[in-house]
């Protein structure tokens, strides 16, 4: 006979259809397993099953309770009675699951059911046994069962015959066996489905109790799993991720960021973290994402990311980072990052060798303003110093507090030039000098700050920073012992230029004074040879530093306005120089030709005193010439035309220098009451060797003649110049062919030993 304890309920139902009479008890056992089996597959809960299975017993076996144990372990300190049918009803029973202690009675059951593959009776032959559970029921036959669901531990399945015992039969064993046995098939189903629904929900709850944003994609970015986290986080409308795809949840740039980072765990095959800025529901946040590669037949095929949110972590990050790196009242960097920015402005400077400059800034008075006014007042002036301090630089450069009241400004790439760099340095000195001025601080009350400026230069990366920084200081204190409110200079040798510079301006007006000037006498000639007249240069005998340029003091003293005192002298010689000409007959008709520079012709008063120091001849003057350079001031062309108007006059002509060189509209120029052209040196130097100069050389002379101007070429230094220039209709030259710039005893003895004539 098959173990018809397998048979499913169709085929059990078919056999006991084909059952004759005569099998009564078979039909009976097939019957009582075939209910049991509906009720395995019919219950809705394990309760429910076992309350039926049981209650389906006291019928079949005609007993007075049928019940189970858990555990049935002998070795368990309590068992509980999870089942029990009675009848009729005993007191007590069918309670709810009870615990007792394993009395050494119902170990001895346990072992004996353990021991045996069959069901274990107790009746006549082998007498139930003695207890106190026993007695107060009145059991007179016990049958038990060791059953093995596949989960957990053994339970123990018996019957109990009260009042009257039982003989069990051969048939009794084995139906009860049967039943054991669908019963354990039932309990092993119910259970394994039990504990994986509960290991589900527990792995569910791991998943979702977690503040990590847990996902499974498959390779094409398809979710296969979320946690409910990464559905609250990156699910915009809340509804389900599983089934999407990336692209259905980020924008294009996210999805290329997740897609590159999953590559890189595919062809790594391993576990990697990725710091990722994702969108979220409330904004960009930044994740820490650890993706790992699922394999399926040792090929990755999905990855797993754990993303935990770490903005917060890194926003404090950032901010202890500001703090180690920015100054708190100013916000501006503090010295850890001016001591990064010199070493990368130092490698700058050498890899494009250009120069570049640290600047040492340092408050003037700052700490007795703080100490009389009050810290807080101290702390808005520095705040307010930092505002204007970056006004003052270059997006590249960099500005910081260096400590107290002291400022950094790092100039990273000036200029190739030494001189163009000293000269933005400059600028930039000046600037931070001039607007600290307009600092103020609170609503009333005003207060002009000035500082003390520290300045050195860097070439390439040879001095270290902090060498750097000792220079600045050593600078700025000498701008300190030197009055304040001004700047200095390291290098030495640029210090020593700027001091010379300083000096020679401060002493321009004193020389004028001390008679320290002379004027040199370069000769004009005509296309005939003959000396027509002279341009007066001026030259400065300095006490110490012997003959200057006037290349070197005419800008200091058009700056320092010191050019209106030293043009009045140059006008002064050059008018007696005229009246003393007079008197010898070579000399007598020779002109002079003085330079004027734009700042003295447009000093109020020019006219007037030119004309009083004419006067001053006892007879009358009309060859004194002016050279004016083309940049006089355009937006007063009226004005101007009206002074020129005014020296015309007073019997002064004028030329205009540096012809070419300057802008001048051929409009403009034909209002102006000018006499003459003066072609520009740098034209004649090239003649003849650059086409250009040829061609504006020629365009002059062409428009001097159209204007009705004279035209002088000056810088004349060859015979091929000159043959050019005469070729072209310039009849008048000055330039070292001829001679040389003379003091005037060797340039009168010049002329009068050539008696006026230079040979062609
Ligand atoms: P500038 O008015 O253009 O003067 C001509 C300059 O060219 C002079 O230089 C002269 O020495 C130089 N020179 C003359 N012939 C030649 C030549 O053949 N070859 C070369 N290479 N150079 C020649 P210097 O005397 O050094 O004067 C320089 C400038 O200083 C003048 O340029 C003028 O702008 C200014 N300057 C000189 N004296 C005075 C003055 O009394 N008042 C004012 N305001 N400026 C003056
Ligand atoms: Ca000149
Ligand atoms: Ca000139």
Same mark, same amino acid.
């Given at each position: ?5 397998k048979?499913t309920t169709a085929e059990?139902?078919?056999? =006991? ?12 056992? /097939? ?6 089996n509906k009720i395995v597959i019919n219950s809705n809960s394990l309760d429910e099953m076992l309350d039926s299975i +049981?209650?389906?017993? +006291? ?6 309770? !049928?019940?189970?144990?858990y ?11 999870p ?6 009803? @005993? ?6 699951v ?34 106190? #559970? ?14 093995h669901p596949k989960v957990d531990q053994? @339970? &123990? ?17 084995? /139906? ?6 669908r019963i354990t098939d039932g309990l092993s189903s119910v259970l394994s489905l039990q504990k994986i629904q509960k290991s589900e929900a527990l792995q569910r709850a791991l998943l979702n109790n977690t503040n990590s944003a847990i996902s499974i994609k498959d390779l094409d970015g398809n979710y296969l799993l979320t946690n409910d986290y990464y559905d609250k986080v990156f699910n915009n409308n809340g509804r389900q991720i599983t089934g999407k795809n990336i692209h259905d949840l980020f924008p294009d740039n996210t999805c290329q960021l997740i897609e590159s980072n999953h590559n890189k765990v595919v062809q790594q095959q391993q576990s990697l973290e990725f710091e990722e800025d994702l969108p979220t529901k409330s904004g960009i946040r930044t994740f820490l994402s650890e993706r790992s590669p699922i394999f399926n037949n040792n090929e990755v095929d999905a990855i797993c990311t754990i993303a935990t949110d770490i903005t917060t972590r890194r926003r404090s990050e950032e901010r202890i980072n500001h703090l180690a790196h920015y100054d708190y009242l100013t916000q501006l960097p503090n010295?850890l990052t001016v001591n990064k920015e010199?070493n990368k402005a130092?490698e700058l400077? +050498?890899e494009l ?30 705040q307010? #110093?930092a505002k204007?301090?970056l006004k003052?630089i270059r997006t590249s450069d960099t500005v910081a507090r ?8 790092i100039?990273p790439y ?12 400059? &600028?930039?000195?000046?600037?931070? &000098? ?24 860097? /070439?390439? *990366? ?22 304040? %409110? ?28 001390? %008679? ?9 000639? *005509? ?38 005192? +030293? ?30 520079? !734009? ?18 001849? #006892? ?55 000018? %006499? ?23 365009? =002059? ?35 070292? &062919? ?5 003091? =005037? ?14 040979? %062609?």
């Amino acid at each position: 006979m098959p173990n018809l304890s397998k048979q499913t309920t169709a085929e059990l139902e078919l056999i =006991i259809q084909h059952l004759s009479e005569g099998h009564a008890e078979q039909r009976r056992k /097939l019957e009582a397993i075939n209910t049991v089996n509906k009720i395995v597959i019919n219950s809705n809960s394990l309760d429910e099953m076992l309350d039926s299975i +049981l209650g389906e017993f +006291l019928n079949l076996f005609d007993c007075q309770r !049928a019940w189970l144990l858990y555990p049935c372990d002998p070795h368990s300190k309590f068992t509980t009675v999870p089942k029990e049918k009675t009848c009729p009803e @005993w007191p007590g029973a069918g309670e709810d699951v009870f615990e007792v202690p394993t009395d050494d009675y119902t170990r001895k059951v346990f072992s004996s059911a353990l021991s045996s593959s069959a069901p274990v009776a107790y009746d006549s032959e082998k007498r139930c046994p003695h207890s106190a #559970t026993n007695d107060l029921f009145g059991v007179e036959s016990m049958m038990v069962f060791a059953i093995h669901p596949k989960v957990d531990q053994p @339970w &123990l399945l018996g019957i109990h015959h009260c009042g009257k015992e039982r003989i069990y039969s051969d048939n009794d064993i084995e /139906l009860f066996q049967s039943l054991g046995g669908r019963i354990t098939d039932g309990l092993s189903s119910v259970l394994s489905l039990q504990k994986i629904q509960k290991s589900e929900a527990l792995q569910r709850a791991l998943l979702n109790n977690t503040n990590s944003a847990i996902s499974i994609k498959d390779l094409d970015g398809n979710y296969l799993l979320t946690n409910d986290y990464y559905d609250k986080v990156f699910n915009n409308n809340g509804r389900q991720i599983t089934g999407k795809n990336i692209h259905d949840l980020f924008p294009d740039n996210t999805c290329q960021l997740i897609e590159s980072n999953h590559n890189k765990v595919v062809q790594q095959q391993q576990s990697l973290e990725f710091e990722e800025d994702l969108p979220t529901k409330s904004g960009i946040r930044t994740f820490l994402s650890e993706r790992s590669p699922i394999f399926n037949n040792n090929e990755v095929d999905a990855i797993c990311t754990i993303a935990t949110d770490i903005t917060t972590r890194r926003r404090s990050e950032e901010r202890i980072n500001h703090l180690a790196h920015y100054d708190y009242l100013t916000q501006l960097p503090n010295r850890l990052t001016v001591n990064k920015e010199l070493n990368k402005a130092l490698e700058l400077s +050498l890899e494009l060798n250009q120069y570049g400059a640290l600047m040492f800034i340092d408050l003037d008075n700052f700490k007795t303003l703080n100490d009389t006014k009050g810290h807080s007042y101290g702390d808005k002036l520095l705040q307010d #110093t930092a505002k204007v301090l970056l006004k003052c630089i270059r997006t590249s450069d960099t500005v910081a507090r260096f400590g107290g009241d002291e400022f950094v400004i790092i100039l990273p790439y000036l200029d190739k030039s030494e001189q163009r760099s000293l000269e933005e340095v400059i &600028l930039v000195a000046e600037r931070v &000098l001039s607007s600290l001025e307009t600092v103020f601080v609170g609503d009333d009350f005003q207060h002009h700050v000035t500082a003390s400026i520290g300045i050195t230069m860097f /070439l390439g *990366d040879d001095v270290s920073p902090e060498e750097l920084f000792k220079r600045a200081d050593s600078a700025m204190y000498r701008a300190k012992n030197s009055g304040r %409110n001004n700047f200095k200079f390291f290098d030495p040798s640029l210090q020593h230029e700027l001091e010379y510079r300083a000096k020679i301006s401060s002493e321009i007006v004193d020389a004028v004074l001390s %008679n320290d000037f002379e004027l040199y006498y370069q000769p004009q000639v *005509d296309d005939n040879g003959r000396v027509i007249g002279a341009e007066a240069l001026i030259r400065w005998n300095h006490h110490e530093k012997g003959l200057i340029s006037p290349i070197d003091f005419i800008p200091l003293a058009e700056q320092n306005n010191s050019i209106i005192e +030293l043009g009045k002298w140059v006008i002064q010689q050059g008018v007696a120089q005229l009246a003393q000409w007079k008197k010898n007959p070579v000399l007598a008709d020779l002109t002079l030709s003085v330079n004027v520079s !734009a700042k003295q012709f447009h000093q109020e008063g020019f006219v007037e005193s030119v004309i009083q120091i004419i006067e001053t001849c #006892t007879e009358p003057l009309n060859n004194l010439k002016m050279e004016l350079t083309e940049s006089l001031d355009q937006s007063d062309i009226d004005g101007n035309i009206a002074k020129m108007k005014a020296l015309r006059l007073a019997g002064v002509s004028l030329s205009l220098d540096d012809f070419g060189t300057g802008f001048s509209s051929l409009s403009c120029l034909s209002k102006l009451p000018i %006499n003459q052209l003066k072609i520009d040196q740098s034209f004649v130097k090239h003649i003849s060797r650059d086409e250009s100069s040829d061609i504006i050389t020629q365009t =002059i002379i062409g428009m001097a003649h159209n204007l009705k101007m004279e035209v002088i070429a000056e810088g004349v230094e060859t015979q091929e110049q000159r043959d050019f220039l005469i070729h072209n209709g310039c009849s008048q030259f000055q330039g070292y &062919l001829y001679s040389k710039p003379l003091p =005037i005893a060797q340039f009168e003895k010049l002329i009068l030993d050539k008696n006026g004539y230079f040979e %062609n």
